[in-house]
C-alpha cells in the first residue's frame, strides 16, 4: 500500500494556512509504522521520568532507565512516532537518525512542589527540534490551573516559531488546577473544551486524556441535558471530543493513563477510540513500564485495532 493514501491527503488538506515544510512533517507521522496511511497514530510518549521521576516511571521495568530502550521499542514495533524532552532524544539522536519520526517535548514541570496550580518550563526550543530532526514539537498545557493563560502565550510563541520553520505541533492539553475537582479533570465537558481550547491555539496534533461520562460544570450540564448530547459510552465521549475540535478536522489522540494491570482494558479502549473516529493513541507507562515482550504484544495488538 502507498502511504500516502487518499485518508492522509484529506487530514493534509485540513491544514490551509501551513507551508510545505509543516505539510511534509505531518506527513511523515501519516506515513510512518505499521499504521501508515490508515490516517491513525500510535505515538510512544517517554515524558514521564521528568513528570513524575525516575524511580516511578522506570523501576518496574529497569531497562527503560535507557534512552536508547525506548528508541528501539518504538521503532521495533512501528510505532508513528517517538516523543521526548530534549535529554531522551539527544541521548539517541544519532544512532537512530533518519528510523521514526521525532517530537520533541519543548517544555515539563516536575513534581517537587506543590500541584496545586500547575504550570511547566520551557526544557528544549525550535531549534533543538531543527538540530535533531524532529517533525515537530509538543508543548502542555494546564486548562483550569491560576497560570493558563501565561502558558497559552508561551504555546502561541512556540507554534508561531514552529510553522514558520516547517515543524508541526503537538499540544498536550491536561486540565488541571484548583478551578476543577479531581474527577473534573477527565470530565467530558472539560476534556471537550481542552481539545479545543488547543484546536483554536494552532495546535496540528491534539493529546488529551480518555474521558469519562461525568460533567464537571454547571452551565455545560445543563445544554448536555437539554440537546441530549449522547455520552453514556466511551465511543460516544469520544466522538463527542473530535467533535468539539472543529468537527473532526484536526487531529486528536488519547493517552493511555497510567499502568493498567489488564491489556484487554486498553484494548477496550482502543476500539472506542476507533469507533467514535478518533485518530489514535498516544501509550506510554502501559507500554514501557512492562517487560518488553509484553509491551512489544500489546502495542502490536492495539495497532491492529486502529488499523480496522
Not at 521495568?61 to 535529554?87: M, Q, V
Not at 481539545?195 to 496534533?205: D, S
Not at 460516544?236 to 471530543?241: L, P
Request: proline fraction near 5%.
Amino acid at each position: 500500500m502507498n502511504a500516502m493514501t487518499e485518508r492522509v491527503r484529506q487530514i493534509l488538506g485540513w491544514y490551509e494556512s501551513d507551508n510545505p515544510g509543516t505539510l511534509t512533517n505531518l506527513a511523515r507521522l501519516f506515513t510512518a509504522g505499521r499504521l501508515a496511511g490508515t490516517g491513525r497514530l500510535l505515538i510512544l510518549p517517554v515524558d514521564q521520568g521528568f513528570e513524575h521521576g525516575p524511580a516511578r516511571s522506570f523501576a518496574m521495568n529497569p531497562p527503560a532507565y535507557d534512552p536508547l530502550y525506548h528508541y528501539r521499542l518504538a521503532i521495533e514495533t512501528g510505532c508513528s512516532a517517538y516523543a521526548a524532552p530534549l535529554g531522551f532524544i539527544e541521548a539517541g539522536a544519532r544512532e537512530f537518525a533518519g528510523q521514526i519520526p521525532l517530537i520533541l517535548k519543548v517544555n515539563g514541570h516536575d513534581t517537587l512542589g506543590e500541584e496545586k496550580e500547575p504550570t511547566a518550563a520551557l526544557t528544549g526550543s525550535v531549534d533543538d527540534a531543527l538540530r535533531l530532526g524532529c517533525v515537530g514539537v509538543g508543548y502542555t498545557i494546564y486548562p483550569g490551573s491560576a497560570q493558563r493563560f501565561a502558558m497559552y502565550e508561551r504555546l502561541r510563541d512556540i507554534a508561531r516559531e514552529a510553522k514558520v520553520r516547517g515543524l508541526c505541533v503537538v499540544v498536550w492539553s491536561y486540565p488541571r488546577g484548583g478551578a476543577l475537582s479531581k474527577e473534573g479533570e477527565t470530565a467530558v465537558d472539560v476534556t471537550a473544551y481542552a481539545a479545543h481550547l488547543a484546536a483554536e491555539m494552532g495546535a496540528h496534533v491534539i493529546k488529551v486524556k480518555v474521558p469519562t461520562s461525568y460533567v464537571e460544570q454547571a452551565e455545560a450540564t445543563k445544554v448536555y441535558e437539554r440537546e441530549k448530547i449522547p455520552i453514556a459510552t466511551l465511543a460516544e465521549r469520544i466522538r463527542h471530543v473530535v467533535q468539539a475540535t472543529f468537527n473532526g478536522r484536526r487531529v486528536v489522540i488519547f493517552s493511555g493513563g497510567a499502568l493498567k494491570a489488564r491489556d484487554q482494558e486498553i484494548l477496550e479502549e482502543a476500539q472506542a477510540i476507533r469507533e467514535g473516529g478518533g485518530f489514535g493513541s498516544i501509550i506510554g507507562r502501559n507500554s514501557f513500564q512492562r517487560p518488553e515482550a509484553s509491551a512489544k504484544k500489546l502495542l502490536g495488538e492495539i495497532m491492529q485495532v486502529l488499523a480496522q
